[in-house]
């Protein structure tokens, strides 16, 4: 069988791009290894799917975006942007909200997303099987090389076609089926990977100097929180939002966090996670924009409450009574306490400074950072250096913050791709569009 575009994975990326690319004309068909689409769709935002966020500055990728060039994305996502995919949400009847942050969220259920790319797959006449399994890509013998690049071999038999895009996403989340499938075909074909690790995910903390905070499961408040970044140091984005400060080497979110029996979760630490590297500490600022060390002067001069009964006011009272039993200093009636140990309490929780011991691991990663290396694609098409073999979403070594940043690069990346093969038939007069 002939097709002129085989697209792998039915996610987000890879429906949007064969829906595209159909109704630009090109014969496609999708191939997915399971037999539901858009898994990632459906449990994302609580299952209303955070489908994109109004505060992506196409101009400025690398406050949003993380990668060995963060500057790649650029390209895709000025000329796909989040109204774009707005406008199709609107035309489909999709009621939607905004949340804070610019994050857009679905009102009813993920489920209309998903029927919304199925239904631009149909309109494309994108033929989908589902499910079916990859079991290689070659190039083309001599004999089929005039019509198809490759030779695609799937459990219904092989497929020849001019143009293969891998959207097999990354290792984030194998319950639902990722594999290192794209990472594979990648290394097959000579390009460069940057290595995969789990990113927007829970920190764990392990040794008996967790036990006392396991203590505090479920426990939620915001946090200003901060590590070191690897990256280059860009200019700071807005007050208030996460940043990397100009010169500093440091990234610092704002946002809230969870404490969990093995570690640390919530928004906040899921952004720090995606920069957070082994054996880097992470400093957490537990009552920001508070003066702590004022404030608790303050109270020792005009009241007999116990300390813990004072910093209630600054930060949850369980992790008040918590924190003062690490020092008996901080176990007394405020106007008791020396000067020393209540600067010290405040320095303590402003400047909280601990070591991870790992991660949750891909079992609990919302997305992969890394994957192919972006040196070896086109940020104009998604065009690998091997021509007709293209890369989107979160294959690319591209990864956004939490918020729906990384479904709009998904968007973007398909988008781009679909309309470059479709330029590319037109340019060669092959196949519908000729």
């Known amino acids: 069988m002939q097709f002129d575009v085989v697209v792998i994975g039915a996610g987000a990326a890879g429906l949007f791009c064969a829906g595209v690319a159909g109704q630009l004309g090109l014969k496609v068909l999708l191939v997915d290894h399971s037999p539901k ?42 000329r796909y942007t989040p109204q774009d995919f707005i406008a199709l949400v609107q035309r489909h009847g999709i009621p939607f909200h905004e949340k804070h942050k610019g994050q857009l969220f679905g009102d009813r259920s993920s489920d ?9 797959c149909e309109a494309g006449g994108v033929t989908r099987w589902q499910p079916c399994g990859v079991s290689g890509i070659e190039p083309a013998g001599a004999a089929q090389a005039q019509q198809s690049r490759f030779r695609v071999q799937t459990d219904r038999g092989p497929i020849d076609t001019r143009h293969v895009v891998i959207a097999t996403g990354g290792l984030s989340i ?9 990472y594979r075909i990648a290394r097959q ?23 006392p905070y396991s203590q505090l499961a479920g426990l939620s408040l915001p946090v200003a929180i901060e590590t070191a970044s ?54 957490i600022d537990l009552a920001p924009g508070a003066d702590l060390q004022r404030e608790l002067s303050r109270a020792k001069a ?13 930060v949850p009272a369980r992790l008040a009574d918590a924190w003062v039993q690490q020092d008996s200093a901080w176990q007394r009636p405020i106007n008791e306490a020396s000067d020393k140990a209540l600067a010290a309490l405040a320095e303590s929780l402003g ?26 694609l086109s940020s104009q098409t998604m065009e690998s250096k091997v021509p007709g073999l293209y ?30 093969m479709a330029a590319s038939g037109r340019a060669q007069g092959r196949g519908p569009l000729a």
């Open 37 to 78: 689409v858009a898994e990632k769709i459906r449990i994302s935002g609580g299952g209303r799917c955070n489908f994109s966020n109004h505060d992506l500055d196409p101009r400025a990728p690398h406050k949003h975006f993380l990668g060995d060039n963060p500057a790649f994305c650029r390209s895709a996502l000025s």
């Open 112 to 120: 209309d997303f998903i029927q919304m790319l199925l239904r631009e």
């Open 174 to 182: 194998p319950k639902i089926g990722a594999s290192d499938f794209g």
């Open 189 to 211: 074909f000579g390009l460069r990977i940057v290595p995969p690790r789990p990113a927007l995910v829970p920190l764990t903390f392990g040794g008996e100097g967790w036990a």
């Open 230 to 283: 690897l990256l280059p140091s860009p200019p700071p984005s807005p007050e208030g939002r996460g940043r990397r400060s100009g010169g500093s080497g440091k990234v610092v979110f704002h946002e809230d966090l969870l404490f969990t029996h093995r570690g640390l979760s919530g928004p906040a630490v899921l952004q720090i996670s995606s920069y957070w590297r082994a054996g880097q500490p992470i400093r």
């Open 302 to 314: 005009s009241s007999r409450k116990l300390i813990a009964n004072e910093l209630a006011a600054f």
């Open 351 to 376: 400047r909280w400074t601990l070591v991870p011991s790992g991660t949750e691991g891909y079992a609990k990663a919302e997305v992969t950072a890394g994957g192919v290396d972006t040196r070896d």
């Open 391 to 420: 890369f989107i979403g979160e294959a690319v070594d591209v990864t956004g913050w939490l918020g729906g940043y990384n479904f709009q690069w998904a968007w973007a990346s398909a988008h781009a791709c679909a309309q470059a």
